[in-house]
């Protein structure tokens, strides 16, 4: 699978453009499916900003950038379908659109339902997350960004990177570069801090930062 991991979407023509390279073709040749479920476990989401992000109508863009089709993959219903089935309408789509939320939450729901085994083997896919769309993919997130805790606890995510994410870097008060210091102080593992208008994109191990904003690195 291929990744383009951002903070807040797809919010300038750098991010873009990248994401066009990694599809291959023009978005407006491209399916996708959305995933919002990260946004049910997230106390401050509500369902009106969830029928937002599935109708195009959230900003930042993400379900509305032009593509030639969207549909709708929520992940808690899934282990109630058979598995032939949806799998198909997952292998036949050019992109996954991860909606912000609650990280551990949609976590959990990519374990629960099966979407999570299946990733390895979708190599022409690419996963474009939207924060905690992206620090799913992580191998934890701090517990700054727990929102929602699984059973049993914790902050692990499915570890598919290997670095932790900091997004929405000096958009609100408590996400100051210095604020982003001490996480990654207390994460002691590879993490990188992202504002709104940067992306990283991951393709076989690969992994590269574009962005029109700030960022940094922390080993």
């Not at 032939?84 to 912000?100: F, K, N, P, T």
């Amino acid at each position: 699978m291929k990744l383009v991991l951002t903070s807040g979407g797809v919010t300038n023509a750098s991010i873009r453009a990248a994401l066009v390279d990694l599809l291959g073709k023009p978005i407006e040749d491209a399916k996708a499916l959305c995933i919002p479920t990260a946004m049910h476990g997230h106390p401050g989401c509500s369902p009106y900003m969830t029928r937002d992000f599935v109708a195009g109508e959230a900003n930042p863009p993400m379900c509305d950038l032009g593509w030639k089709s969207v549909g709708l993959l929520e992940l808690t219903a899934l282990p109630t379908i058979d598995v032939e089935r949806w799998s198909a309408w997952v292998r036949d789509a050019d992109a996954l659109l991860a909606a912000g939320g609650a990280a551990t939450y949609l976590a959990y729901w990519m374990k629960q339902s099966g979407l999570a085994e299946l990733l390895p083997d979708l190599r022409d896919t690419v996963w474009v997350g939207l924060s905690a769309g992206s620090m799913a993919m992580t191998p934890c997130i701090g517990d700054d960004f727990v929102a929602w805790a699984p059973p049993g606890g914790g902050d692990d995510c499915l570890g598919v990177v290997d670095f932790s994410i900091f997004p929405h870097l000096g958009m609100m008060p408590e996400n100051l570069m210095r604020d982003a210091e001490r996480w990654a102080a207390e994460l002691g593992s590879p993490a990188y801090a992202i504002d709104d208008q940067t992306a990283i994109t991951v393709v076989d191990g690969e992994v590269e930062v574009v962005s029109e904003g700030e960022w940094r690195k922390f080993n």
